[in-house]
C-alpha cells in the first residue's frame, strides 16, 4: 500500500481537459514539495512536474500541477493519444525520512 | 547531458545478495544538492524507492528495506552501486537508478532516470 493515494484510473477524449489526484498527510505533501512523473508504456519514468507546479525544460504547458494542503492535483490539457501512461505523484516523507511515490495513476485518451 | 546506466545480474536465486550498479556519464557524481537513488517497480506495480546516497557517502533508506539494503558510491569511477541481502521473489523487479535533486529541505525530486534493468528471483 503506498503512502500516497491517487485514484487507479481516469479517462477523457482527445482535446479535452483532465485531472488526477494525490492524497497524503502533514508529513509528507502537507510540508512538502510535489512532484510527478509520466511512465509511458515500456518506457523509464520521466520528470514532468516539480515544486508543486514546475515544469522542466522541454514539458509543453499542457501539464499543470498544483497543491492544497495534504492533495496535488496534476492537469493535462488538450489530451493527446501519446500522453496515455502511468502517472505517479512523489514527495518526501518528514516522519519516515524517505521518497514516497502514489501508487500510480492509468490515463486512457478515448 | 548526464546519463545513467544500471548493471548486473538478470538473474537471483532465493536468499542471495542482489547487487546492481549504475553508471553516471556526462556530468559529476559529486555536484552539491544531488544525491543519486535506486528506485524499483515489481512487475504490474508502482514505483518503491529503496534509498538515496551523496556523494560523501551520507545515505537514505527505505524503512521497509532497510535491514536489507546497502547503497555506495565510488565517486572515482563515477558510478554507485546497491546490495540487496536475502532477496526473495517479491524483490523481482525492475530496478531503476536515478538522479535524487535536493533543493532543500523537503524539496525532492528524481530529475533523470535510467533505463533500469530487470532482475528475477527464481530458483
Known amino acids: 500500500q503506498s503512502v500516497l493515494t491517487q485514484p487507479p484510473s481516469v479517462s477523457a477524449a482527445p482535446g479535452q481537459r483532465v485531472t488526477m489526484s494525490c492524497s497524503g498527510s502533514?508529513?509528507?505533501?502537507?510540508?512538502?514539495?510535489v512532484s510527478w512523473y509520466q511512465q509511458l508504456p515500456g518506457a523509464a519514468p520521466k520528470l514532468l512536474i516539480y515544486d508543486n507546479d514546475k515544469r522542466p525544460s522541454g514539458i509543453p504547458d499542457r501539464f499543470s500541477g498544483s497543491k492544497s494542503g495534504t492533495s496535488a492535483t496534476l492537469g493535462i490539457t488538450g489530451l493527446q493519444t501519446g500522453d496515455e501512461a502511468d502517472y505517479y505523484c512523489?514527495?518526501?516523507?518528514?516522519?519516515?525520512?524517505?521518497?514516497?511515490f502514489g501508487g500510480g495513476t492509468k490515463l486512457t485518451v478515448l | 547531458q548526464l546519463q545513467l546506466q544500471e548493471s548486473g545480474p538478470g538473474l537471483q536465486k532465493p536468499s542471495e545478495t542482489l547487487s546492481l550498479t549504475c553508471t553516471v556519464s556526462?556530468?559529476?557524481?559529486?555536484?552539491?544538492?544531488?544525491?543519486w537513488a535506486w528506485i524499483r517497480q515489481a512487475p504490474g506495480k508502482g514505483l518503491e524507492w529503496i534509498g538515496s546516497?551523496?556523494?560523501?557517502?551520507?545515505?537514505y533508506y527505505n524503512p521497509s528495506l532497510k535491514s536489507r539494503v546497502t547503497i555506495s558510491v565510488d565517486t572515482s569511477n563515477s558510478h554507485f552501486s546497491l546490495d540487496l541481502t536475502s532477496v526473495t521473489a517479491a524483490d523481482t523487479a525492475l530496478y531503476y537508478c536515478a538522479r535524487h535533486y535536493n533543493r532543500r529541505t523537503g524539496d525532492d525530486t528524481f530529475d533523470i532516470w535510467g533505463r533500469g534493468t530487470m532482475v528475477t528471483v527464481s530458483s
Open positions: 512523489g514527495t518526501w516523507d518528514s516522519s519516515l525520512s524517505a521518497g514516497v
Open positions: 502533514n508529513s509528507n505533501i502537507g510540508n512538502n514539495y
Open positions: 546516497i551523496y556523494y560523501t557517502g551520507s545515505t
Open positions: 556526462g556530468g559529476s557524481i559529486t555536484r552539491g544538492n544531488y544525491f
